[in-house]
């Protein structure tokens, strides 16, 4: 429970030009005042993250949006009302004012407006724009917690407001309206089929393997990466383990092999989309901490409600 007293006290801190860890439906976020680019640059100090990736300014609701954005398409509108608050962010053209720190030198700005209850608190409290990327140090995995803040951020933050275990687990979809064509920058648990099915028309979905330029800065080869090495497996693949890779440890939500090696510590993961990204965060984190070797991880199904998860894990992945 956070208490109205310390939400005033988080926003004077935002005033000051201080940073707060704030809960949102997705991941925490590491909050800082987006008009200001001292507290801006305090974030990527904090988080050790390259300028060239910008920020998304979090809204409490899409009256707000004009402030930021230069135009404000239709279709961005009519996805607002559907969507936010929630876990969909909006790339649109950005007003001249908005400032260099916060969008990367681009001509766009990312917009949300969370949806969790502490989040919106503290939007209201506050009154204007906070920027707030995840609340971890660069390329590493997303906290889902006020403990996992504290773990990644330590005193680097003035303040971390608990608000539990985030309910989706995994970052916003990004959605980039600011040419002609709809395109996701970065998949979430909002889909593209329900973008497509709101605004009645398809939407391009960005890949890793796409040229760098089109590239949103969250597809980083290096994003949300566990520290040991991480690889994506069917069960068979427990049969052909080798001394260095034990002990290790197997996230399956469907299939354990007869005979499991004695090494080879198996956790559950849940067999449901949703709940599978709400826990996946605080699994990876819990398990980088063990002493294994190698953290396998069942390949997931090849549905649609799984690529926001498959995402991430090809991520999880790629560090090695
Ligand atoms: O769910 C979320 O979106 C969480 C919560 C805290 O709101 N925030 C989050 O922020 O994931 P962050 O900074 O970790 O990821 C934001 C991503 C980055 O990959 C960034 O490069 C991209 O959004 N981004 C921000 N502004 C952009 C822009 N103008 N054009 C393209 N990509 C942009
Ligand atoms: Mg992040």
Redesign the pocket.
Same mark, same amino acid.
Request: charged share 10%.
């Given at each position: 429970m956070v208490l109205q007293e310390e939400i005033n006290r988080a926003a004077a801190i935002l005033h000051d030009g201080g940073l707060v860890a704030v809960p949102?439906e %997705?991941?925490? @976020?590491l909050a800082a005042d987006a008009r200001n680019p001292q507290a801006a640059a305090r974030v990527f100090a904090a988080k050790e993250r390259p300028h060239s990736?910008? $920020? =998304?300014v979090?809204l409490t609701d899409f009256s707000q949006a004009a402030e930021w954005a230069r135009e404000i398409p239709a279709e961005a509108r009519q996805l607002a009302e559907v969507f936010w608050p929630g876990?969909l %962010?909006l =790339?649109l053209k950005k007003r001249p004012e908005v400032l260099d720190i916060v %969008? @990367?030198g681009?001509d766009?700005?990312?917009l949300?407006a969370?949806r969790h209850p502490v989040a919106q608190a503290l939007l209201q409290a506050f009154g204007g724009g906070l920027v707030?990327?995840?609340?971890n140090r660069f390329t590493r995995i997303?906290p889902t917690t006020a403990a996992a803040v504290q773990s990644e951020l330590g005193d680097r933050v003035d303040m971390i407001l608990d608000g539990g275990a985030c309910e989706v687990g995994l970052?916003?979809t =990004?959605l980039?309206l600011s040419s002609g064509q709809l395109r996701i $920058?970065?998949p979430?648990m909002i889909s593209p089929q329900q973008i497509a099915a709101v605004i009645g028309r398809d939407v391009q979905v960005m890949r890793q393997d796409f040229p760098a330029e089109v590239r949103?800065? @969250?597809m980083h080869h290096l994003h949300y990466a566990p520290e040991t090495r991480t690889e994506l497996i069917s069960a068979a693949r427990l049969q052909i383990l080798t001394a260095a890779e034990l002990p290790a440890v197997y996230l399956y939500h469907h299939e354990i092999p007869s005979e499991l090696h004695a090494q080879v510590t198996a956790v559950k993961m849940p067999a449901n989309a949703a709940a599978y990204a709400h826990e996946l965060y605080a699994v990876l984190r819990a398990q980088d901490q063990q002493q294994f070797q190698r953290i396998f991880i069942e390949t997931v199904p090849d549905a649609p409600e799984w690529d926001a998860i498959r995402d991430r894990l090809i991520k999880a992945c790629g560090k090695f």
């Open positions: 949102t %997705t991941v925490y @976020g990736h910008p $920020l =998304i979090h876990p %962010t =790339i %969008t @990367g681009q766009t700005v990312a949300r969370p707030a990327p995840s609340a997303s970052e916003s =990004i980039d $920058l970065r979430g949103a800065p @969250g």
